[in-house]
């Protein structure tokens, strides 16, 4: 369902070329649940990027779901990742003005989504936070945070999950019911992970580990 073909991608540092994909291959089927670690500047919140769309490769293609990047217009690839990707980061990317439900509920402004308030309320109540729904960001605990990240990213029904270190802010046991919840969800639908980590613990839960070295995916 993804297929990283041949890719390249290289930042320009002031008047350096920084190479940090030189030809990289990767493929993942339908509902696979994988792990990547790496070093720090490995390029592993590159790769989420390039596969998200946000940023493009300088050469090679990436298909999701039989579509491929390079056939599609800007506009298009914004509502094909809108439609089709959901993501968590580490600093939870909540809308600070915004309450737990309607941060929810955004991605459906985004995608038609029949019964979007429903569904966001049905979500946070299964992340554990139906008495939360309309606390802001400000007002809520890292765990609580991430849970309505969790729920957001899930609202459109994603074909896949871009996780990058979504519990690299959190302590160990929160870190743990947070990815509990992750887990038992994504299971529920079937969806396909990519999951940034620096633990272990957290990639053991997938079904595969690679490691980002030198621009490669290497299973661990
Ligand atoms: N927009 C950018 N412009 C220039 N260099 C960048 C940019 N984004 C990332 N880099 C560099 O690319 C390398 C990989 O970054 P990143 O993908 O964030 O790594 P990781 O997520 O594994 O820590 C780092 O050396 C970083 O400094
Ligand atoms: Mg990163």
């Known amino acids: 369902m993804l297929e990283l073909k041949s890719l390249k ?3 320009l540092q002031g008047s350096q ?3 940090i994909f030189e030809n990289l291959n990767f493929h993942l089927k339908e509902g696979q649940r994988v792990a990547i670690m790496g070093k720090s500047g490995s390029g592993k919140s590159t790769l989420l990027s390039l596969i998200s769309g946000i940023i493009k490769a300088d050469e090679g293609d990436i298909t999701l779901n039989s579509v491929s990047y390079k056939d599609l217009q800007e ?3 914004n509502d094909f990742r809108a439609t089709n990707i959901g993501f968590i980061f580490q600093n939870f990317h909540l809308v600070s003005y915004l309450n737990a439900l309607e941060n929810v509920m955004l991605p459906a402004k985004v995608c038609n ?3 979007a308030k429903e569904k966001a309320i049905d979500l946070l109540k299964s992340v554990g936070l139906s008495h939360r729904l309309d606390h802001l960001p400000s007002q809520l605990s890292g765990g609580e945070k991430q ?3 969790i729920a957001r990213a899930l609202i459109h029904n994603p074909k ?7 519990s690299g802010n959190l ?4 870190g743990i019911a ?3 919840k992750l887990f038992e969800l994504i299971k529920q639908n079937n969806t396909t992970l990519i999951l940034v980590t620096h633990s272990k613990d957290v990639a053991l839960r997938c079904e595969k580990t690679y490691e980002l070295h030198s621009g490669n995916l290497n299973k661990c």
Not at 160 to 166: N, S
Not at 171 to 174: A, F, N, R, S
């Open 9 to 11: 991608k290289a930042y």
């Open 17 to 19: 070329k920084v190479e």
């Open 75 to 77: 506009g298009e690839l």
């Open 113 to 115: 989504i029949a019964n």
């Open 147 to 149: 849970r309505v990240a």
């Open 160 to 166: 896949i999950i871009l996780a990058d270190e979504p």
């Open 171 to 174: 302590d160990e046991e929160t």
């Open 178 to 180: 947070v990815m509990d």
